[in-house]
């Protein structure tokens, strides 16, 4: 079964500063990866995702991810954060057959200080 | 704005109560999905349709249901509830139901509070 794990249950950084979240995934093959955004009381925006092919990936927000099969990770990444970066942010896994559903990880929080 | 719309936004209802929630999914979009948002287990996919029919089964209770209609909209059904139902339930929706590299979409969530 596939699953996803994020190891930093909560995150702070400063106003500026570069940010990496981590994201381990098991899967038997070759999955799609995707990272979601939830900001206070919304609901679960889409940053980035990765089916195939370039294993850097960008996203919105100025946000990259990189696949490294090696290390079962997609690990996401921004230069220099903004303070409306504070949020919550998962990393999800899905099948690339089969069965569809997405697999969350239990999210990380970012706190940014100024 | 994902294109997902989700009704009611706020729900608080009384333990034993039966509620809806609604869907409408992005303009084309033959897959629905539920998750539910809870603090002690995150998010959990609870089951998806497409185009009318069930296609995939999460970790749905047996007193939540789920139909989606010919004009593809959604709706879960919570019934007898309780206490531990209390969560932040998604819907999403994506553009097919077969692998397909496409992307989920999510809404915004209906907050349900069982009191």
């Known amino acids: 079964a596939q699953s996803v794990t994020q190891p930093d249950i909560h995150i702070t950084v400063s106003e500026g500063a570069s940010l990496e979240l981590r994201c381990n995934y098991s899967y038997g093959a070759t999955p799609y990866l995707f990272w979601y955004v939830q900001s206070p009381g919304q609901g679960l925006q889409l940053l980035l995702k990765?089916?195939?092919?370039?294993?850097l990936v960008q996203g919105i927000k100025g946000f990259e991810a990189e696949f490294k099969r090696s290390q079962s990770s997609f690990n996401l990444r921004k230069p220099s954060v903004h303070w409306s970066d504070a949020a919550e942010y998962f990393c999800?896994?899905?099948?690339?057959?089969?069965?569809?559903?997405?697999?969350f990880g239990t999210g990380t929080r970012l706190t940014i200080i100024p | 704005d994902s294109g997902v719309t989700q009704t009611p936004k706020h729900l608080i209802t009384a333990t034993g109560q039966r509620v809806t929630l609604r869907c409408s999914p992005r303009?084309?979009?033959?897959?629905v999905y539920w998750y539910q948002q809870s603090l002690d287990q995150g998010l959990q996919f609870l089951i998806q349709y497409y185009n009318g029919e069930e296609r995939a089964k999460g970790n749905i209770l047996e007193r939540f249901s789920a139909q989606q209609f010919p004009d593809l909209h959604s709706e879960l059904n919570l019934s007898s509830l309780e206490l531990g139902d209390s969560a932040l339930y998604f819907c999403?929706?994506?553009?097919?139901?077969?692998?397909?590299?496409?992307?989920?979409?999510f809404g915004e969530g209906s907050w349900l509070t069982v009191v």
């Open positions: 999403a929706s994506s553009v097919f139901g077969r692998n397909s590299g496409n992307t989920i979409y």
């Open positions: 999800a896994v899905r099948s690339n057959f089969g069965n569809e559903k997405l697999t």
């Open positions: 990765y089916f195939s092919g370039d294993t």
């Open positions: 303009s084309g979009d033959l897959s």
